[in-house]
């Protein structure tokens, strides 16, 4: 007895525009959630530079885009509501996105994300 298999959607360039202005309007309020759970806040943030970053190669931007996109929304696999453990899911699903496409998160990016970071520090 065969079981359906559901399709499994992959974000595609159609996808990428819609998913991109997503993740820009709910990135930093997440980050600021998550700043005490994620160990690797910094590379997320290095990650969402090399993202927007138009010189960052297609297909490393649409993992990241997939992958930044679980982690500013809400409710997935475990809600981010619950404490403790609402943002273990997004973590291994960044840390998954960001080792596969390391070599495209440049330094640069990377000095942008702790600027950002001590901006925000600063801020609270």
Request: proline letters at 6%.
């Amino acid at each position: 007895m065969a079981k359906d298999i559901p399709d499994i959607e992959i974000l595609g360039p159609e996808d990428a525009d819609r998913e991109e202005a997503r993740v820009r309007a709910r990135f930093w309020p997440t980050v600021k959630k998550a700043l005490r759970t994620i160990p690797f806040i910094d590379e997320v943030v290095a990650a969402y530079y090399a993202m927007l970053d138009p010189a960052t190669p297609t297909g490393a931007r649409l993992t990241l885009i997939a992958a930044l996109a679980y982690f500013v929304t809400p409710f997935d696999f475990v809600p981010d509501i619950i404490l403790g453990v609402g943002f273990l899911d997004d973590a291994s699903v960044l840390a998954a996105a960001i080792a596969a496409v390391s070599s495209s998160i440049k330094e640069e990016h990377r000095e942008a994300a702790r600027r950002a970071l001590a901006d925000a520090a600063e801020a609270d």
